[in-house]
C-alpha cells in the first residue's frame, strides 16, 4: 500500500527536473500522475518511462484556456484529481540595467500567474470535495539573488501567494504550502552554468562548498519533501515553506 494510491496529482512542468524527479516518487507511491509541460511531446515520453499510470499533457499555465483544457481532461482521464503541485519554471537572468520587460514578465507569467491559474482551476474540485493538497515550488532565491531579481521577486510573491490561499482554503480541506530548494542538480542549473562558461562539475562543485551539508542537491531531495507535504501525515501542516537547501539558509 502506498501513501497516494487511489490518488491523482498534476504535476506542472514535470517533462524534466525536479518536476519529472517528484513524478517518478508519487508514481512510486501509488499515484496517478499528469505530468503538465508546455511541450507536450517531451511529457508525454515523460509520463510513458515513469510506469504505473501517468500521461503527458500540454499546457501553457500562463493561458487559462490551457490550464481550463488540461484540468479538464485529468478529471475525465484519470478520475479525480487530489494534489496539484506548481513546479513550472523559467529563468532569464540579468543584472537590472540589462534586465527587459519581457524578461519581467515571462518570469511572472510562469512562476505567478501560473499558480494562480491552476491553483484557481484545481480548488473548484477540492473544494467541492473537501479535500486537496497545492504545493508551490519557491526557491531559496527568494531572500535575494544577484543578477535575479526577476526570479528572485517571483520566487518570494508564490511564498505569499502560499501563505493566502492557506488561510482561503483551509476551512475546505485543503493543505497549502511551498517548498524552496537550494542549488538542485538538474539540467537549468547546468544550463545556467555554461552560460556563464563555466564547467557543469566545478559549478557544482562551488555550490556544494557554499553550504553545511557539502553537497548539492537531486530532484530526489525536492521529491521526498513532496511526497511528505502532499500526504495526509502532513494535514496540519498549511502556509508554510520548507527550505530544502543543505543549510544555506541557516
Known amino acids: 500500500m502506498g501513501r497516494y494510491d487511489g490518488r491523482v496529482a498534476i504535476i506542472?512542468?514535470?517533462?524534466?527536473?525536479?518536476?519529472?524527479?517528484?513524478?517518478?516518487?508519487?508514481?512510486?507511491?501509488?499515484?496517478?500522475?499528469?505530468?503538465?509541460?508546455?511541450?507536450?511531446?517531451?511529457?508525454?515520453?515523460t509520463a510513458a518511462g515513469l510506469g504505473g499510470t501517468a500521461i503527458g499533457v500540454g499546457v501553457n499555465v500562463t493561458d487559462s484556456a490551457s490550464v481550463e483544457a488540461g484540468v479538464a481532461r485529468v478529471l475525465a482521464e484519470l478520475g479525480g484529481l487530489h494534489v496539484l503541485i506548481n513546479n513550472a519554471g523559467i529563468t532569464r537572468d540579468n543584472l537590472l540595467f540589462k534586465l527587459t520587460e519581457d524578461d519581467w514578465d515571462a518570469v511572472m507569467g510562469v512562476h505567478l500567474k501560473g499558480?494562480?491559474?491552476?491553483?484557481?482551476?484545481?480548488?473548484?474540485t477540492f473544494v467541492d470535495q473537501k479535500y486537496g493538497k497545492i504545493l508551490n515550488l519557491s526557491?531559496?532565491?527568494?531572500?535575494?539573488?544577484?543578477?535575479?531579481a526577476n526570479y528572485s521577486a517571483a520566487k518570494a510573491g508564490v511564498q505569499g501567494f502560499t501563505r493566502?490561499?492557506?488561510?482561503?482554503?483551509?476551512?475546505?480541506?485543503?493543505?497549502?504550502?511551498?517548498?524552496?530548494?537550494g542549488f538542485i542538480a538538474t539540467e537549468?542549473?547546468?544550463?545556467?552554468?555554461?552560460?556563464?562558461?563555466?564547467d557543469v562539475d566545478e559549478f557544482r562543485k562551488l555550490n556544494a562548498e557554499a553550504n553545511p551539508v557539502k553537497r548539492v542537491g537531486?530532484?530526489?531531495?525536492?521529491?521526498?519533501?513532496?511526497?511528505?507535504?502532499?500526504?495526509?501525515?502532513?494535514?496540519?501542516?498549511?502556509?508554510?515553506?520548507l527550505y530544502v537547501d543543505g543549510g544555506a539558509k541557516i
Request: glycine share 10%; with cysteine.
Open 12 to 45: 506542472t512542468g514535470a517533462a524534466r527536473g525536479i518536476g519529472a524527479g517528484t513524478a517518478k516518487r508519487f508514481i512510486e507511491e501509488g499515484a496517478s500522475v499528469a505530468i503538465f509541460d508546455i511541450n507536450e511531446e517531451q511529457a508525454a515520453e
Open 115 to 124: 499558480a494562480f491559474l491552476m491553483s484557481k482551476a484545481a480548488q473548484k
Open 164 to 181: 493566502t490561499l492557506a488561510l482561503e482554503l483551509g476551512p475546505f480541506g485543503v493543505n497549502v504550502n511551498a517548498i524552496a530548494p
Open 218 to 241: 537531486f530532484p530526489e531531495d525536492i521529491a521526498a519533501a513532496a511526497a511528505f507535504l502532499c500526504s495526509d501525515e502532513a494535514s496540519y501542516i498549511t502556509g508554510q515553506t
Open 139 to 148: 526557491s531559496i532565491s527568494a531572500n535575494g539573488n544577484r543578477g535575479q
Open 188 to 198: 537549468m542549473t547546468d544550463d545556467t552554468a555554461r552560460r556563464l562558461k563555466m
